[in-house]
Every structure is written in C-alpha cells, then in structure tokens.
C-alpha cells in the first residue's frame, strides 16, 4: 500500500516563522514533525510515499534527499552515529507540487497518477501519532477486515465540539455522516475524526465527479467521503497510542514536550525546569 502526505497549506498559525518555513519542518526537539508521519508509514509497510507540496516548500524535498557534503564530513571524522542521523529513509519518496491553494479535494486529485487503482493511507501532518502500533498500520489492519474506506478517530476527546463528528450506522462500525462541531449536547457519537484516512481507490471517481460541479473557491474532499458513506462503503478505527495535534501552538508545545518527556535526558531538563 502506498501513502500520501497533504503538506501543501501556508501554515498561517505560525507565523511569521511560516513565512519561509514549512509549518511540517517545524521540529520536535530534534526531528521534523513530518519525518514522523513517513517514519509512521514505513512502521506500516509503507515503503512508497507520496507528498504533496507547493512552490514555497522545496526545503521538504531537500531534508528527504542525501546530504553528501555532511555525509563525506562524518565519514573522515568516523562518526557513525551522526552519519546514521542524515541517512536517507527507506522508502521511495515522490513529490508532486499544488500549483493553487484549492483546498483538500483537489490536492487528493493530484495524487491519482501515482496511486492508480488501490487503496491508499492519507495523512494530514498536523496529526501525530505516538504508540507501540502504528496508526497508519490500524488503519490497514480494519481495512483488511472489512474491504472498505477507514478514517482514524480519537473517542471523546476534550472539547468535542471542535472536531467533525461520527454519525454511526446501527452495526457501530459503518460511517453516515460527519456533523462538524456540532453544539454540546448535539453529538451523534462520541468518535471524533482525525487527520488520517485509508481510502479506496473510487474515491477519485468521486473527488472528479465533484469537482466538475465545483463554482470554484477551495475544494474539499467531503463530497466523495459523503458519496461513499451513502454507500456503505465507510468504516472508522479508534486510534490506539496518543494522538497528538500540531496544528496551532498550544498543540505544538504540548506535542513537544511529550516528546521530551520520552527522552531521558531531555525528560531530566524538563522536570528541573518544571
């Protein structure tokens, strides 16, 4: 199975650091919060990725490729361990540029040619994910359970009414709807969407079919998610492992600071300073 990554926004949030670095190089101590969705997917068998970027994001494509200078420094110095920091990944990694800012739907159509006719991860970089099992692997497990569609949901999260909510069929594993943000009180599940998605490959027929009917402005990829929900053609895993979310600062620190605390010596930093 292959996987694709939807790197392309402005990533307004963080600004002005934004304004010349990719929100998804933005790192975690040491480490891109991008490489850990790839190192997600090839945890997953994932081994083909593509990434999709825009005009002001070439660095992305420059932290996936080798660093030869830095790679001929460490060998003359014999440190194996810093040489083992810079290796490329691997896994076979694309990339393929959204010329226009048009929303999900239409990044996902740029992906058709590499994807072809099979299923295919999607993730959004705002989403990590840390736990013994690979989200982007649950997601495949339960889509070779059942054949359909899977989004990844995190079950009654704090401040549910900020994410897109599940409206579950009476079998409590098919999809029907997603209500987004709906009022307190107003939930028709408590599973809440989160940025990862197994998709079968009918999705582009639909994502087309939309767009043809599009009166322009950002595109979205709700129009096939609702087609194949009617379908029955949707299904939804409950993450297991920590979802953490990098979207705006306050998720950014909180996802930083985790990641120290898993770290002995940045753990030690971290108390004394708490």
């Not at 299923?119 to 959004?124: E, L, N």
Request: net charge negative; proline share 6%; with cysteine.
């Amino acid at each position: 199975m292959k996987g694709l990554i939807v790197a392309a926004g402005y990533g307004s949030r963080f600004l002005p650091v934004t304004k010349t670095i990719p929100k998804e190089m933005l790192p975690l101590i040491d480490k891109p919060s991008i490489a850990f969705i790839v190192e997600e997917f090839i945890a997953s068998g994932i081994n083909e990725i593509l990434i999709i970027t825009s005009r002001r994001k070439k660095v992305l494509e420059d932290f996936f490729d080798r660093e030869v200078e830095l790679e001929g420094v460490f060998s003359a110095e014999g440190d194996a361990d810093k040489a083992k920091k810079i290796a490329p990944y691997e896994a076979k990694i694309f990339f393929v540029r959204q010329q226009e800012m048009m929303g999900t739907g239409h990044a996902l159509m740029q992906a058709r040619p590499m994807m072809g006719n099979e299923a295919f991860v999607v993730a959004y970089p705002d989403d990590l994910h840390f736990g013994d099992k690979p989200l982007a692997g649950q997601l495949i497990e339960k889509y070779n359970e059942t054949g359909c569609s899977v989004m990844a949901t995190i079950h009654n999260p704090p401040n549910l009414e900020r994410y897109g909510i599940l409206k579950l069929a009476d079998d409590n594993l098919h999809v029907t709807d997603i209500v987004e943000k709906p009022a307190p009180g107003s939930e028709p599940s408590q599973e809440a969407s989160i940025g990862r998605y197994l998709y079968t490959p009918e999705i582009f027929d639909y994502l087309e079919e939309g767009w043809a009917a599009h009166k322009g402005g950002e595109y979205y990829h709700t129009y096939a998610l609702n087609k194949m929900m009617r379908e029955g053609r949707v299904v939804y895993k409950e993450t297991e492992g920590e979802r953490l979310d990098t979207g705006a600062p306050e998720g950014y620190l909180r996802a930083i600071l985790r990641y120290a605390a898993q770290n002995p010596e940045l753990s030690a930093v971290l108390k004394e300073e708490l």
